[in-house]
């Protein structure tokens, strides 16, 4: 279904003097609103069915699409009403299929369940956040990158090819000028061969661990607020990086977030502690053999 045109006009106001269309009256929970052959649906039943529909698939069945799904409703009504009077529920293979599918639905609904109602305690929270408290920190940083040949960046137009060498002493004579006073964005718009972030003055915005190459990570994490790097390289020139803000989340402004991430895992280890307790017995000669576990080198 395409999205509203943005600019698409709003719907025309009520003329003077006559009242707006007044609001749908409540329909009673037990009113029949669908019937399909024997089957009559109430409107309760109908909407604990739009219920248990996806999450971003109730919001179009209760208001814009209501109708078209209903329609998509009937027609598996009627398809599954005729396959019943055809007996085709009791042939092995369809049979099969719907107990497969049955155990899908169950399996997947108690996996949501065990991540509801897991307990999380702080302890398993801060445990998390301090093994893993590069995750939530960032810096915002602006640089002027100096292209050395080989550089996969491309080459400015009527630009010289520089030699590493050259880039190296390039970048130092800009590192001499910012350090003298230079303005950082004027000097970056100039001189910077990383023309996405040139036209910003080098503002490379806000970035996380694992986002810019090794090099640069390394020295842009390292580096205190408003100083200037080194000349930095990496396998695209020559880099004077100098980082405006360092930002490290508390637990407290993470937790909620913590939450959301350890419960999907826990849910998991659950379910590989029960494979583990329950009695399971596999045909080796049907199945073949168990892999073989790689030992991890020490």
């Known amino acids: 279904m395409k999205a ?8 025309a106001p009520a003329p003077a003097g006559q009242a707006a269309a007044p609001a749908p009256a409540p ?13 009559k649906i109430t409107a309760a039943e109908f ?10 698939l109730r919001a179009q069945a209760r208001g814009p699409n209501k109708r078209a799904f209903t329609e998509q409703l009937i027609r598996i009504k009627l398809l599954s009403q005729e396959a019943k009077r055809r007996k085709l529920d009791e042939t092995p293979v369809v049979r099969n299929q719907m107990e497969l599918q049955r155990d899908n639905l169950l399996a997947g609904a108690l996996f949501q369940d065990l991540q509801n109602n897991i307990k999380i305690d702080d302890a398993q929270l801060h445990k ?15 640089h002027v990158l100096i292209r050395m040949k080989g550089s996969p960046v491309p080459a400015g137009k009527d630009k010289k090819e520089l030699t590493e060498e050259e880039a190296l002493a390039k970048a130092q004579e800009i590192r001499k000028k910012l350090t003298a006073g230079e303005d950082f964005a004027t000097l970056a718009k100039v001189e910077s061969d990383d023309t996405g972030s040139a036209v910003n003055g080098g503002d490379l915005n806000f970035f996380k661990h694992g986002q810019m190459v090794g090099p640069f990570e390394q020295a842009a994490f390292s580096l205190p607020v408003g100083q200037l790097s080194e000349p930095v390289k990496t396998q695209f020139g020559y880099h004077i990086i100098k980082v405006e803000q360092h930002d490290t989340k508390t637990f407290d402004e993470v937790k909620p977030e913590l939450e959301k991430k350890l419960r999907p895992d826990i849910a998991r280890k659950a379910v590989e502690d029960l494979r583990k307790t329950a009695q399971v017995t596999m045909d080796d000669a049907f199945f073949g053999a168990p892999p073989v576990a790689l030992e991890t080198p020490r």
């Open 4 to 11: 509203p045109a943005r600019n698409a006009p709003a719907p």
């Open 27 to 39: 329909v009673p929970p037990d009113k029949v609103v669908l019937t399909i052959g024997d089957e």
């Open 47 to 56: 909407n604990q069915l739009v219920e248990s529909l996806p999450e971003q």
């Open 128 to 142: 998390y956040f301090d093994e893993h408290k590069s995750e939530f920190e960032q810096v915002r940083a602006r």
